[in-house]
């Protein structure tokens, strides 16, 4: 049992993993990741690389939601931006993905920016709504923006969102080096090194002043403004870097499916990413990991699992794509009655209960 | 009028000038002039609903006065947001406890830093090089609070969980932290019991002689505010009834008659 840990100096103090048994965990999660393409089948390296993007896009949704405490239905309509800005760069002008990605990132945080000035008098479901606008606006424009480009060019042939776009493979290189063979292994690296990126990034922002600032407008904003705190800028600021990171998921989305339509973006999606940090764990990093493979591990369980029941039940087999969505459901259900502080605390307490065990009263 | 040393005051330090504030058709407060002096405790007192709170809010800008001015040391607050307020060293503490509850003690006081520390998204996400020195040179600032106040042992605590006289010091705690040149407190001591509020009146007495603070104390308990205040503004149903030293003040008659009813004859 540990009796407890002594810093003698601050960084040491204030450092992301302050405890030796957190920087051995750490170091075995880089381990895994490192070695996990090595070993998984192209299956399973979808379903990381689908988690992958799933956690930067949660990571980023939860800088707003769960940090910051600003409400956002619109996070699908981030997502586009950056997805939408990225494949217009490849496909027209022909530029690769390290430098459209960044691009599209910056795009996806000023218009989050923008759509995020109602939060300076609209709180709790009231901003929602507002952000729903973001949502229905983006996609609105996402499937009508030919219309504009053709009145405004007077050709009617021009042709730049369609119903869907298709990424040029060749887009698909960094710093030159072209991206070929397998696309799940090569994609494993680039989003898993994104994904780092983000993590890292959020979380020395939440121990520095910019963070804590945000943290304190969800707290009490009252007390936040009376000590200094600039409720608009930093607002806009959780928008922007919200949007910024919502627009890397979606720009590395685009580039790992190589086709990207309207339909991937639409209201279910934000809902499905607010439920994903929700379950995981409001206001964490880690939560957001975690809610992020739960909710696309979940469906891809269960409809193996119903493959197989199908199997020796044929006469449910026309019923199961109905009791699969059911399960899911009643999963998150469940989970929200019995865990609603998420999974990063069932986690947080199971390491309680081995830390103080064989004590643990 | 005298400070603690006895001394013939000098210039005030704020000008709380012909303040009229209206919620609707309810006056709130009508007329209300008086100075505050540097390094001065001056107490605002008066029963209930008297307009106690609504003053200071309209000295931190969270309230907008309809008439009036307030100048702290020349520049006029009227029209300012309370961040820029809070930018030229005026800080507060509320009546009802507005702790960040979800954050450390720690964490708490160093947003008590943020006005004087520069570091933003990018520095803060990238964090080693300038944002990780900036951090570290605050929360020395902030470890020399944490000695003042005696809350080292629950620095790394979550407030939310800590009673209830801890957190009223923790949340002085995040005002001293600013470093300001004048304390708005109100009720810093409701509901302590009366060693906590010795602690707490120590601490302001300590703050007023070693930082030479202005701070401006509501406080229903006469006694405390009889012992530690240099100066006393007494408001009843938004007017200014009295002003003057504790000795002063308790003799006023309007002031006895605020307190203690009058006799209708």
Known sequence: ?????????????????????????????????????????????????????????????????????????GHAGFMAVGAYTTGLLAAHAGLPMWISIPIACIVAAGIGAIFGMPSVRLKGLYLAIATLAAQEIIIWFLTKGDKFVQMATGDRRVVFFGESLSIPPA????????????????????????????????????????????????DQDIAAQVIGVDLFKYKLLA????????????????HYRGIISWERFTIDVSILYLSMIIIGGLGSVSGSIY??????????????????????????ANYLPYIQQGAFGLAIVLFLIFEPEGIVKMWRNLKDYFRLWPFSY | MADRNGASMPEAQMQIDGIGLSFGGVRALSGITFNIYPSTIQAIIGPNGAGKTSMLNCISGLYKPQQGQIRFEGRNLIGLAPHEIAQLGIARSFQNIELFRHMTVVDN???????????????????????QREEIAHREAVEQVIDLLEIQSIRKKTVGSLSYGLQKRVELGRALAMNPRLLLLDEPMAGMNSEEKEDMARFILDISEEQRTTIVLIEHDMGVVMDIS????????????????????????????????????
Not at chain 1, 13 to 38: S, V
Not at chain 1, 207 to 217: D, E, H, K, L
Not at chain 2, 232 to 245: D, H, N, P, R, S
């Open chain 1, 1 to 73: 049992m540990q009796s407890g840990t002594f810093h003698s100096t601050y960084a040491g103090d204030m450092a992301l993993r302050p405890y030796w048994p957190m920087r051995i965990r750490i170091i075995l999660i880089i381990a895994i990741l490192l070695l996990f393409p090595w070993f998984g089948n192209r299956y399973w390296l979808n379903l990381a690389n689908t988690i992958g993007i799933a956690a930067i896009g949660a990571i980023g949704l939860n800088v707003l939601v769960g940090f910051t405490g600003q409400i956002s239905i």
């Open chain 1, 171 to 218: 887009a698909n290189s960094l710093f030159g080096f072209a991206l070929k063979g397998n696309n799940d292994f090569n994609f494993y690296w680039v989003i898993m090194t994104c994904l780092v990126l983000t993590v890292l990034f959020v979380s020395n922002l939440f121990r520095s002043r910019a963070g804590r600032a945000m943290v304190a407008i969800r």
């Open chain 1, 239 to 254: 928008f922007a870097t919200s949007s910024f990171i919502a627009g890397l998921a979606g720009a590395l989305m685009a």
């Open chain 1, 291 to 316: 809610g992020a493979a739960f909710m696309t591990i979940l469906p891809a369980l269960l409809s193996n699992v119903s493959r197989a029941a199908s199997g020796f039940m044929p006469a449910f």
């Open chain 2, 109 to 131: 006081l160093m947003l008590g830093r943020h006005v004087h520390m520069r570091g933003g998204v990018l520095t803060g996400g990238l964090y080693w090089g300038p944002g």
């Open chain 2, 230 to 265: 240099d100066n006393v503004a007494v408001l009843e149903f938004g007017q200014l009834i009295a002003y003057g030293t504790p000795a002063e003040v308790k003799a006023n008659p309007a002031v006895v008659a605020a307190y203690l009813g009058q006799e209708h004859s």
